[in-house]
Nanobody, 119 residues
Framework: EVQLVESGEGSVEPGGSLRLSCVAS????????MRWFRQAPGKGLEWVSS???????RYADSVEGRFTTSRDNAKNTLYLQMNSLQPEDTGEYFC?????????????RGQGTQVTVSS
């Protein structure tokens, strides 16, 4: 059974940083494409980033230059380093398993972890 468990929930002031983690199990993480999504209150799911097994990543324009996605295949863990956070980054963040690097589809996703950016 595929399991994805996010952690790193937090509340920060604008300009602050947070790092989210996602521990994966039940599938071959090291050869899988992974994504991060987020959902702001009252809004739909927004794609944030994607990463290949080799660590190559791509980002949504809204987070490019501020967020960094990485992975540790030995630990079956995906990360999202978020810097220069702004109130519009507030939302529930989800990691997801995908079958491709391009696009924004996913096959499984975690339960999410909350990020709040407020002064």
């Amino acid at each position: 059974e595929v399991q994805l468990v996010e952690s790193g929930e937090g509340s920060v002031e604008p300009g602050g940083s947070l790092r989210l983690s996602c521990v994966a199990s039940g599938f071959r993480f090291s050869s899988s494409y992974m994504r991060w999504f987020r959902q702001a209150p009252g809004k739909g799911l927004e794609w944030v980033s994607s990463i290949r097994p080799d660590g190559t990543a791509r980002y949504a324009d809204s987070v490019e230059g501020r967020f960094t996605t990485s992975r540790d295949n030995a630990k079956n863990t995906l990360y999202l380093q978020m810097n220069s956070l702004q109130p519009e980054d507030t939302g529930e963040y989800f990691c997801a398993k995908s079958n491709a690097f391009s696009g924004t589809t996913y096959t499984n996703r975690g339960q999410g972890t909350q990020v709040t950016v407020s002064s």
